[in-house]
């Protein structure tokens, strides 16, 4: 029996696959989706660190220049390890073949329509076999130009990639496979933009609007809350246009009410809200709904009404102060964060001002400054009135100071509330300063807001995953140091 069992060929093992993500939470998603395809493809997921992958698939970011920058550092260090690499995502959409002709070390460049196939695509680059570059489109083009006729129209054309394998999700088979072990998790409600910013090139790489189905969203929701997520972060790139394809009008609020009461989800926040489409509903329903964090993510880029002119965006210091007003007459602790782009083309010294005057009086709780840059394809790249590089950096080092001395003070100001703060991290316990517990408020977003460090003699009783009624005691710049008063929701079934 021992040689019969020696001539006996080892069962071939499953290909080994590591993922590694770039870029925004909407990218989170696609990677998820990704890793759910692969597995029931058969492909084991690996650590990308581990040195065991066969592949490793970097799902790239093409923002702006810096994002671009990291995408193509990261492949290239994956292609350091010895295992064979293959760009998709966001910059692999967007240059396709360009990109792989710059970059040799990366075996195949996908394009989004290559999703479905990917685990075939990854067995042709083991197999020495040579994968086309993806050639791109303007993925406008790619779906009606009527909102109404679009749901129809994904079923059976381009990939939209974050919509899972199309409707229905099922919960027995999930089409996401988890990559986080986390109790917060973001939950894509829509893909593509139908807005025309002058500064922006994502319409044309990740296509016009397209809402998931809302019955499809609740479905994934469950299935995230029975793997023990306890936050759902709503994701899009214009989440306040939910539901406008699909003749929904509140469509929006109306998810936010029902995911609400999804039984072991304790908070659903909103990312993403485009301020000249936010209607006084949605204001109430985000300030004053129970289950809803109190958090408002609005891109306001800019408050000089010239400048929001030129890019192609609506609204003014004036309209934007009142928008907040709004806001804080529902809920006056709610939490307000948002991105402002400087040196834009033509924009003068006048303009800066009133950027800062507007800074200084919205009391944000987070702000994210970015310099301008010329991003391929767009209509800001023709307007006259550029700024050399040192003008952009002297305008974001002017700007990033007063912002990090203003959300300081937002945040000295909450000293004395109460918040209730969602555990996500309890350290080992230190003999001198005790246990160190992370989380975060109400206001505070993942990973581009500040956290709460719980501290005192009840840090060390509470669980990842837990909710906790605490009392801000101090605050060091956007952090805040609190103290357990209660427990309100136990973590439960959290992994």
């Given at each position: 029996?021992?040689?019969?069992a020696e001539r006996v060929p080892?069962?071939?093992?499953?290909?080994?696959?590591?993922?590694?993500?770039?870029?925004?939470?909407?990218?989170?998603?696609?990677?998820?989706?990704?890793?759910?395809?692969?597995?029931?493809?058969?492909?084991?997921?690996?650590?990308?660190?581990?040195?065991?992958?066969?592949?490793?698939?970097?799902?790239?970011?093409?923002?702006?220049?810096?994002?671009?920058?990291?995408?193509?550092?990261?492949?290239?260090?994956?292609?350091?390890?010895?295992?064979?690499?293959?760009?998709?995502?966001?910059?692999?959409?967007?240059?396709?073949?360009?990109?792989?002709?710059?970059?040799?070390?990366?075996?195949?460049?996908?394009?989004?329509?290559?999703?479905?196939?990917?685990?075939?695509?990854?067995?042709?680059?083991?197999?020495?076999?040579?994968?086309?570059?993806?050639?791109?489109?303007?993925?406008?083009?790619?779906?009606?130009?009527?909102?109404?006729?679009?749901?129809?129209?994904?079923?059976?054309?381009?990939?939209?990639?974050?919509?899972?394998?199309?409707?229905?999700?099922?919960?027995?088979?999930?089409?996401?496979?988890?990559?986080?072990?986390?109790?917060?998790?973001?939950?894509?409600?829509?893909?593509?933009?139908?807005?025309?910013?002058?500064?922006?090139?994502?319409?044309?790489?990740?296509?016009?609007?397209?809402?998931?189905?809302?019955?499809?969203?609740?479905?994934?929701?469950?299935?995230?809350?029975?793997?023990?997520?306890?936050?759902?972060?709503?994701?899009?790139?214009?989440?306040?246009?939910?539901?406008?394809?699909?003749?929904?009008?509140?469509?929006?609020?109306?998810?936010?009410?029902?995911?609400?009461?999804?039984?072991?989800?304790?908070?659903?926040?909103?990312?993403?809200?485009?301020?000249?489409?936010?209607?006084?509903?949605?204001?109430?329903?985000?300030?004053?709904?129970?289950?809803?964090?109190?958090?408002?993510?609005?891109?306001?880029?800019?408050?000089?009404?010239?400048?929001?002119?030129?890019?192609?965006?609506?609204?003014?210091?004036?309209?934007?102060?009142?928008?907040?007003?709004?806001?804080?007459?529902?809920?006056?602790?709610?939490?307000?964060?948002?991105?402002?782009?400087?040196?834009?083309?033509?924009?003068?010294?006048?303009?800066?001002?009133?950027?800062?005057?507007?800074?200084?009086?919205?009391?944000l709780d987070a702000v994210g400054?970015?310099?301008?840059?010329?991003?391929?394809?767009?209509?800001?790249?023709?307007?006259?009135?550029?700024?050399?590089?040192?003008?952009?950096?002297?305008?974001?080092?002017?700007?990033?100071?007063?912002?990090?001395?203003?959300?300081?003070?937002?945040?000295?100001?909450?000293?004395?509330?109460?918040?209730?703060?969602?555990?996500?991290?309890?350290?080992?316990?230190?003999?001198?300063?005790?246990?160190?517990?992370?989380?975060?408020?109400?206001?505070?977003?993942?990973?581009?807001?500040?956290?709460?460090?719980?501290?005192?003699?009840?840090?060390?009783?509470?669980?990842?995953?837990?909710?906790?009624?605490?009392?801000?005691?101090?605050?060091?710049?956007?952090?805040?140091?609190?103290?357990?008063?209660?427990?309100?929701?136990?973590?439960?079934?959290?992994?």
């Amino acid at each position: 029996m021992a040689g019969y069992a020696e001539r006996v060929p080892a069962s071939p093992r499953s290909p080994r696959a590591a993922l590694v993500t770039l870029g925004c939470a909407r990218n989170e998603v696609d990677s998820e989706e990704l890793a759910g395809r692969l597995t029931e493809d058969g492909w084991e997921l690996v650590d990308p660190d581990g040195g065991l992958a066969d592949v490793v698939v970097v799902n790239t970011c093409g923002f702006i220049a810096g994002a671009k920058k990291d995408s193509i550092d990261t492949l290239l260090a994956a292609a350091d390890t010895g295992a064979k690499v293959v760009a998709v995502g966001c910059l692999a959409e967007r240059y396709g073949a360009e990109l792989a002709q710059s970059l040799p070390e990366a075996q195949a460049v996908l394009g989004f329509d290559a999703y479905p196939q990917l685990g075939t695509r990854l067995r042709e680059v083991l197999a020495g076999q040579v994968v086309p570059a993806h050639q791109p489109v303007d993925r406008r083009t790619r779906l009606p130009i009527t909102p109404v006729s679009r749901p129809a129209a994904v079923a059976g054309g381009p990939v939209v990639p974050g919509h899972g394998w199309g409707p229905p999700f099922a919960p027995a088979r999930p089409r996401r496979r988890r990559l986080a072990n986390s109790p917060v998790a973001p939950l894509k409600i829509a893909s593509g933009c139908d807005r025309r910013c002058a500064f922006c090139a994502i319409p044309a790489f990740r296509g016009a609007f397209v809402s998931r189905p809302l019955a499809d969203v609740l479905a994934e929701a469950a299935w995230l809350a029975a793997s023990g997520v306890r936050e759902l972060v709503l994701v899009s790139e214009n989440s306040t246009s939910y539901g406008k394809d699909l003749g929904r009008p509140g469509a929006l609020e109306e998810l936010l009410r029902r995911l609400a009461v999804l039984p072991g989800i304790v908070r659903t926040r909103v990312s993403y809200l485009q301020p000249a489409e936010i209607r006084p509903a949605l204001v109430a329903t985000i300030a004053s709904t129970p289950g809803v964090a109190r958090y408002f993510d609005l891109s306001f880029q800019h408050a000089s009404a010239p400048v929001l002119r030129r890019m192609r965006r609506f609204g003014s210091r004036e309209s934007f102060l009142a928008l907040l007003a709004q806001i804080r007459r529902y809920a006056p602790t709610a939490g307000a964060r948002s991105n402002v782009i400087v040196g834009f083309p033509g924009e003068t010294e006048a303009d800066i001002a009133e950027l800062e005057r507007f800074l200084t009086e919205t009391r944000l709780d987070a702000v994210g400054v970015f310099g301008y840059s010329d991003e391929d394809g767009t209509e800001a790249t023709d307007l006259p009135g550029k700024h050399d590089a040192d003008t952009i950096g002297e305008r974001v080092a002017r700007i990033s100071e007063l912002v990090e001395q203003l959300t300081a003070q937002r945040a000295e100001e909450r000293i004395g509330e109460t918040v209730d703060v969602l555990v996500e991290a309890v350290a080992e316990t230190d003999a001198q300063t005790g246990t160190e517990t992370l989380g975060r408020a109400e206001h505070q977003a993942p990973e581009v807001d500040g956290e709460c460090v719980l501290t005192g003699s009840g840090a060390g009783s509470v669980a990842r995953g837990d909710v906790v009624r605490c009392r801000v005691i101090a605050a060091e710049g956007v952090d805040l140091l609190v103290t357990p008063m209660e427990l309100i929701a136990p973590a439960g079934g959290v992994p």
